[in-house]
């Protein structure tokens, strides 16, 4: 059975920073583009940050900068470290896994709040 399971998010003042972790199990990881998307309150979900396979990374504009992407593919892990956090960035944090040919994966999601 395929999973992806979220952590790291939470309570965070502006400016602060938190590392998500998303891991994924049940499959060959090193195979799968791995994407952070976030979703604000009534807002659609945007692709935040992705990394391919072969480790091309790219950010929407409004993180560049701010975050960074990484992967661990001896851990099944992809990060989202978040620096300069800006009550903006305030939404629910989904890790996405995906392959061509295969579905792709969703993981639960991870709530990151920035407010004094």
């Known amino acids: 059975q395929v999973q992806l399971v979220e952590s790291g998010g939470g309570l965070v003042q502006p400016g602060g920073s938190l590392r998500l972790s998303c891991t994924l199990s049940?499959?060959?990881?090193?195979?799968?583009?791995m994407e952070w998307y976030r979703q604000a309150p009534m807002k659609q979900r945007e692709l935040v940050a992705g990394?391919?396979?072969?480790?091309?990374?790219n950010y929407v504009d409004s993180v560049k900068g701010r975050f960074t992407i990484s992967r661990d593919n001896a851990k099944n892990t992809v990060y989202l470290q978040m620096n300069s956090l800006k009550p903006e960035d305030t939404a629910v944090y989904f890790c996405?896994?995906?392959?061509?040919?295969?579905?792709?994966?969703w993981g639960q999601g991870t709530q990151v709040t920035v407010s004094s």
């Open positions: 996405k896994g995906r392959r061509p040919a295969r579905p792709a994966y």
């Open positions: 049940g499959t060959i990881f090193s195979l799968y583009a």
């Open positions: 990394i391919s396979s072969g480790g091309t990374i």
